[in-house]
């Protein structure tokens, strides 16, 4: 990655990690500010001003956390994917630091989905879990998540990390339409699309209000996060460029 | 809030909330290391007189 690093250094704009860095700095405490808001007006929503279900009653509410959180983690799943597409096509030396850097955002994401799910589903299913499709793929994305991030460390050298990640990375890609079509490919006792259908939305706008503004405010901090991290990743990734360069010269 | 439902709501906005701020301290510790690190490698190169990136 050293050599990465030496052949992007005249790169203009944000693909340049140390322009990437100052923006990065910029903007994380807006970011931060914004998505504490978003949550603190969606938690408003969720808890307090938004209805019970008829049928559901309270528990409508784990739908706020529960649905954006898998939301967040298909679409952290494709934010890698195009890292990786980065990383393999055009070699962008900060494609990889994307990747890594989301991989343990969407392992959480996926991880607090799979937990509020769960207990959404022992009242209203009767069960914490069942092997349905929905479920059972959800929690493949989890050990995919878990996979990636242990490739990462399981490589030594960071240019062929990013490269054999890259390629799991799109191997994996296949689970997420399996993921978003499975309550219609099989019968499931998760239920069908409800929001992002060709039809439109079901739920009644008092309840997508709120779901939407959670959804903001769960894009607004993995943003954020996102941005904090990839900052971290450049600079251990400066550090051992700064290391090798010195054993180099002691050699 | 129904009562009868109210410790699964409550239960499922404390672990997704646990998950979040996991990420944040997570993200702080791994922030925290890594300029440490960077330091650490900014002071032996510069000992050893090594140019840096810039």
Known sequence: MASMSHSTAQKPSIVNPARFAALADRAVPWLAGASVLAFAVGLYYALWASPEDYQQGSTVRIMYVHVPAAWMALFTYMVMSSAAIGTLVFKHPLADVAAKAAAPLGAVFTLVALATGSIWGKPMWGAWWVWDARLTSMLILFFMYLGLIALWRAVDEPARAARVTAIAILVGVINIPIIKFSVDWWNTLHQGASVMRMDGPTIHSSMLVPLFIMAGAYMLFFATMHLVVMRSELMRRRARGLRLRLARGTA | ?54
């Open chain 2, 1 to 54: 809030m129904s009562g009868d439902y109210a410790a699964y709501v409550i239960g499922a906005y404390a672990l997704a909330a646990a998950g979040l701020v996991g990420i944040v301290v997570w993200a702080a510790v791994d922030r925290r290391a890594a300029r440490d690190g960077l330091a650490r490698a900014e002071r032996v190169a510069r000992d050893a007189g090594t140019p840096g990136d810039e």
